[in-house]
T-cell receptor, first 117, second 113 residues
Framework: AQKVTQAQTEISVVEKEDVTLDCVYETRDTTYYLFWYKQPPSGELVFLIRRNSFDEQNEISGRYSWNFQKSTSSFNFTITASQVVDSAVYFCALSVHGSGNTGKLIFGQGTTLQVKP | DGGITQSPKYLFRKEGQNVTLSCEQNLNHDAMYWYRQDPGQGLRLIYYSQIVNDFQKGDIAEGYSVSREKKESFPLTVTSAQKNPTAFYLC????????????FGPGTRLTVT
């Protein structure tokens, strides 16, 4: 069975602080994909990044960076110099190539990030 | 503009009534999904469809039904059999396969009293 755990329910930081959102996943599949989504107060989920299980390179996109470590089954997300507009719920999700390659996403519980001015 | 539309944004119904939530996409995606989100919870999969005229149950399909008669449309019916229907419902679409990201609509917030 697959599972995604986001242990941090809520995080509160002051603007310009760096913040890391943790994501731990479980799967026995060797081919899988990890995703991060942002859900602003409007409710719509916004895709941020996808990483496949064969690519452990870290990725940086502006103030956002992601650290994928298969050894610890983690896919953590760091926001550098946080801004008020970063306030949202962030979801980590997993899909696996096995079981019919259906594209079903398994979501973590989400981390609510509040960035105070 | 390409995207996913869900209507209405807010929906109110009396207990015992069936209600249908609309989801339309113009991204030419084969796969479509319905998720339910409860306060403080992650998203749970209700139904998904990888191709027209075919769909599969997700993790919490009881009390829901869907149809996929057109590629662009994947309506969800919340039946009176659903014990706790009040929730935020999100529709998504993607290319077929585990490697593709899903694109989400704005959601419908359903309140049943």
């Amino acid at each position: 069975a697959q599972k995604v755990t986001q242990a941090q329910t809520e995080i509160s930081v002051v603007e310009k602080e760096d913040v890391t959102l943790d994501c731990v996943y479980e799967t026995r599949d060797t081919t899988y994909y990890l995703f991060w989504y942002k859900q602003p107060p409007s409710g719509e989920l916004v895709f941020l990044i996808r990483r496949n299980s064969f690519d452990e390179q870290n990725e940086i996109s502006g103030r956002y960076s992601w650290n994928f470590q298969k050894s610890t089954s983690s896919f953590n997300f760091t926001i550098t110099a946080s801004q008020v507009v970063d306030s949202a719920v962030y979801f980590c999700a997993l899909s696996v190539h096995g079981s019919g390659n259906t594209g079903k996403l398994i979501f973590g519980q989400g981390t609510t990030l509040q960035v105070k001015p | 503009d390409g995207g996913i539309t869900q209507s209405p944004k807010y929906l109110f119904r009396k207990e015992g009534q069936n209600v249908t939530l609309s989801c339309e996409q113009n991204l030419n995606h084969d796969a479509m999904y319905w998720y339910r989100q409860d306060p403080g919870q992650g998203l749970r999969l209700i139904y998904y469809s990888q191709i027209v005229n075919d769909f599969q149950k997700g993790d919490i399909a009881e009390g829901y039904s869907v149809s996929r008669e057109k590629k662009e449309s994947f309506p969800l019916t919340v039946t009176s059999a659903q014990k706790n229907p009040t929730a935020f419902y999100l529709c998504a679409s993607s290319k077929t396969g585990a490697s593709y990201e899903q694109y989400f609509g704005p959601g419908t917030r359903l309140t049943v009293t």
